[in-house]
């Protein structure tokens, strides 16, 4: 539900104090009070009718509390709002978002004729044969062929379309993706996202780690900021006298410090540690974990810029203690704080992990077992899914492979599934053992999925066959112990695009089959 989003002060200007009293909200049944605040979830907005903007233009006679919920509802709600598919009855095809994060329309290759904007989903689809291509195919793109083929309309469970938030992967609002869509920004820059994961993951202490954060971010107060700023009348570094005392100066390239780094940086970082600029070297050097002196390389480097900083404002203010090796001091630092890390459970967030033999294992007596997987080169991107159903005695009963088109990893695997629960249902399945390597997936299957989701037409279809008279346990295996409809979903790009069922073994999986009857295991580090 989009319920977070939609929290809207409503305020009542009545000049007759009875119509007051009985006065309904636009949100159907809710009562007006004067500055009160409301939830209103997403069904208010369907009620809306979202297509028509009108009701969202400043009016004249607006108060100044609802001017400002139009101006969150047209900024922020609007903009963020996508289409998940039910009977495309309410979506309009070019001009919603539903298929992709922006309109179809906006990714056309031709211009639309006339009134061709209004069509809605539905139109464009007929039941047993699909998309109407011929009507669709001269206006989009290869891609947009392949991501259409990757979805369909829900005729079958009575699902109706639904509204969701497109700013999120899983259709639920959040301020941090409301945030990031009021604050988006086109222009190339620089990502520096995993610089400050780097920054925050490495095994120091928070002080330390906080110092890294403000280095990356440039606001550290060394001269040449403090020139700048008019603070004081020379740039140069107090410590050597010869240089602009920069950043990369104070930390790097001061003698003071340039002596230092040459003793114990590693041999293989020395050809190129001192030409990187400041970004480069902070991330380069703090995803480097190769042991130097009984410590990560990227701790005992977090530890000397930091030290290096304490010596620079001690040399300055006078009030550096005597240290006669400073290589060993920040060497014995280092090994002092990774065993500290280890001696309090500091890798804790790290799952213990232990070896252990996976293979396929056959289901019980009177149980078939069907096994699926899916695969997406680029997620989203070229998708396939594939399956095979076994008996007790591991015997090829059936298997398919299907080429899917365009779409995410989890949303291929979900047409394994899919797929896998129509053929074993078409065999006439009673008891029935489904085993998935996606965790995400057997999470959708087994505790649910929201309906703004813009998974759930899948699994809606999905729980369409789960309910029917039938036993079904669905549980997620390793990929070790699904290699086979692995291999099938991999075969898969070499098919046209569609439904491929196989009533007997194809020859290229017949290696792994045997291996799985013969009870084949492999080596793979589990979590505890």
Request: glycine share 8%.
């Amino acid at each position: 539900m989009l319920c977070s989003v939609c929290l809207v002060p409503t305020r009542l200007e009545a000049t007759d104090s009875s119509l007051a009293s009985s006065c309904l909200s636009t949100m159907t049944n809710l009562p007006l009070h004067e500055l009160s605040v409301v939830v209103s979830p997403i069904y208010y907005l369907l009620a809306w009718d979202v297509h028509d903007k009108s009701w969202v233009v400043n009016k004249s006679h607006w108060s100044s509390t609802w001017r400002s919920v139009g101006v969150g509802i047209r900024e922020v709600v609007l903009p963020g709002l996508a289409w998940v598919l039910g009977d495309g009855k309410n979506i309009r095809f070019w001009t919603d978002k539903w298929l992709y994060n922006e309109p179809l329309l906006e990714s056309a290759v031709v211009s639309l004729p006339a009134g061709y904007e209004d069509v809605r989903v539905s139109d464009l689809w007929r039941n047993g044969t699909g998309w109407v291509l011929p009507e669709i195919m001269p206006y989009v793109s290869a891609n947009t062929r392949l991501k259409l083929a990757a979805v369909v309309l829900d005729n079958v469970t009575g699902a109706k379309d639904r509204l969701s938030w497109g700013e999120s992967l899983d259709g639920e609002f959040s301020v941090k993706s409301a945030y990031a869509l009021l604050t988006r920004d086109t222009s190339p820059r620089q990502n520096v996202e995993k610089l400050f994961k780097s920054i925050w993951g490495v095994v120091a202490p928070e002080r330390v780690k906080v110092f890294m954060w403000l280095v990356a971010n440039q606001v550290i107060m060394t001269n040449a900021e403090r020139f700048r700023r008019h603070l004081c009348a020379t740039d140069l570094c107090q410590v050597c006298r010869s240089g602009e005392e920069t950043i990369l100066h104070v930390l790097r390239d001061c003698p003071a410090m340039a002596g230092i780094w040459s003793r114990i940086t590693p041999q293989r970082r020395l050809p190129y540690f001192n030409e990187q600029p400041l970004l480069g070297w902070i991330y380069g050097n703090l995803r480097e974990n190769t042991v130097v002196a009984g410590s990560p390389w990227s701790t005992l480097f977090a530890m000397v810029v930091w030290w290096g900083w304490k010596w620079r404002c001690g040399n300055v203010f006078g009030s550096n203690g005597h240290c006669r090796d400073r290589v060993k001091f920040v060497k014995d630092l280092a090994v002092e704080v990774t065993n500290a890390q280890a001696l309090i459970g500091g890798n804790n967030n790290r799952p213990m992990r232990v070896e252990q033999q996976i293979g396929w294992v056959p289901p019980g007596d009177g149980w078939m077992k069907l096994n699926t997987d899916g695969a997406s080169h680029g997620n989203p991107g070229l998708a396939t899914a594939g399956g095979v159903l076994r008996d007790g005695d591991g015997n090829w009963r059936r298997g398919f492979a299907v080429n899917i088109g365009m779409c995410s990893a989890p949303m291929a695997e979900l047409w394994g599934v899919y797929y896998g629960l129509y053929i074993a249902w078409e065999s006439r399945v009673t008891r029935l053992e489904l085993e998935v390597d996606s965790q995400i997936v057997v999470g959708f299957l087994t505790t649910g999925i929201s309906d703004s989701h813009p998974l759930s037409f899948l699994v809606r279809l999905c729980y369409g066959f789960l309910s029917k008279d039938w036993i079904v346990r669905i549980s997620h295996v390793y990929r070790e112990a699904n290699r086979l409809a692995d291999g099938l979903a991999n075969y898969a790009f070499s098919l046209p695009l569609g439904f491929h069922s196989f009533v007997s073994r194809p020859d290229f999986v017949h290696s792994v089959l045997l291996e799985d009857l013969s009870g084949s295991t492999r080596p793979r580090n589990v979590r505890l």
